[in-house]
């Protein structure tokens, strides 16, 4: 199995995309985490979705989580305004990794190491061609673990 063959359209979103539109799209696909994608349609970064929730936290509250407890839910409903007039870039961490990027003809077992080295819930596969850098598809792990698991109990 070829990183090519385990490859699939995924949902991506540019570093100036509205992150509003990016939680949403998290939340009604049941996304584990965006692949944000820079100017020119290359992998940038990895947008998870417990770092959108973390946008959504106030500061206060994640250094003190006791404090959670005296927010209440009137409160606590209006989290999502913390994400208005946002970009995705604003919600990236300054210690976000680059994504973990394979190449089509990388094993099931290259991406995998690779997948667990960087911790990562995606990998991006990308190809090149005369016109530059291409994105085929994304590897999520769950993906990549179902098909490992069918592999290994045939």
Known sequence: MRARDLAEEYETVGLDSDAMDAARLMADHRLPALLVLDEQGAPKAILPASQM???????YVIEDPTLAAVVDERHADRLCAALK??????CLS???????????????????????????PLVAVVGKDATGARLLGVITASHLLERLLATGSA
């Open 94 to 120: 300054t210690a976000t990794p680059p994504p973990v990027v394979a190449a089509p003809d990388d094993t099931a077992l290259e991406v995998a190491a690779q997948m667990a080295q960087a911790r990562s």
């Open 85 to 90: 007039g946002r970009k995705v870039r604003d």
């Open 53 to 59: 929730i973390k946008t959504l936290v106030p500061g």
